[in-house]
């Protein structure tokens, strides 16, 4: 990437309305559920196939700056079950950034197994499909995990391939392609589900602080 010679000043009028700045991940606003996911794993005997549902809550952020790079985002925490169980199958936290100047695309997830990532991608503000990735010894743009799953289900990539829907659900495929331990082959861990909104999302608190600026004044 170019990188200015100036690189502490901040942008000037930065519009503090999150929401109307994200670009495609306009379409992720909000809190969605999904009943149809599938996942297949790696296991001792072989490949196992569950099936799941989850909860996605994306709420957007105040504009954050890396002095003149501006990103604009939302906070997530993605929960999943599984119809057999009630206990956690999975749980992830983590960012959605979108950067109006370049049309860069940035997932930071992190899991409570000991593993964090940045997927990275470019998509047109329009846009209706997206995809990031992250590859295991980028710098940039990596995958940073323990050192047991670094040895015994070593993560060499990941990739989250996005649709937007007409009907404004939206649709994923995840594949992350791992190293199991005393296989000659990677695993293709992929999994896949469609989600429908359940609730909107709030206001950024910039916008939240303009928005009842605006409604004293007026009173």
Not at 31 to 49: L, M, Q, S
Not at 54 to 71: K, W, Y
Not at 177 to 187: K, Q, T
Request: net charge negative; with cysteine.
């Amino acid at each position: 990437m170019d990188v200015p010679n100036d690189i502490f000043t901040e942008p000037e009028n930065v519009d503090p309305d999150t929401l109307a700045n994200l670009g495609p991940l306009r379409h992720f606003a909000g809190i969605w559920e999904g009943k149809r996911g599938v996942d297949v794993n790696p296991k001792a005997d072989g490949p196992e196939t569950r099936n799941y549902y989850e909860r996605v809550e994306m709420q957007p952020i105040d504009p954050q700056a890396n002095g003149p790079q501006l990103f604009y985002g939302l906070r997530y925490h993605l929960h999943i079950n599984t119809p057999e169980e009630d206990i956690t199958f999975h749980d992830q936290v983590g960012y959605w950034l979108y950067e109006p100047a370049t049309g860069l695309i940035l997932q930071t997830l992190a899991i409570p197994r000991g593993q964090i990532a940045i997927a990275a991608g470019h998509a047109a503000p329009d846009a209706r499909k997206l995809s990031v990735r992250a590859e295991r010894g980028q710098t940039e743009y990596g995958i940073c995990s323990t050192a047991f799953l670094e040895a015994a289900f070593r993560t060499d990539s990941y990739q989250l391939d996005v649709e937007f829907h007409a009907d404004e659900s939206w649709s994923y495929v995840s594949d992350t392609m791992l190293m199991v331990l005393g296989r000659d082959e990677p695993f293709r861990h992929r999994d896949h589900n469609r989600l429908v909104k359940v609730a909107e999302a709030d206001l950024n608190p910039w916008a939240k602080i303009v928005r009842d600026g605006t409604a004293k004044a007026i009173a």
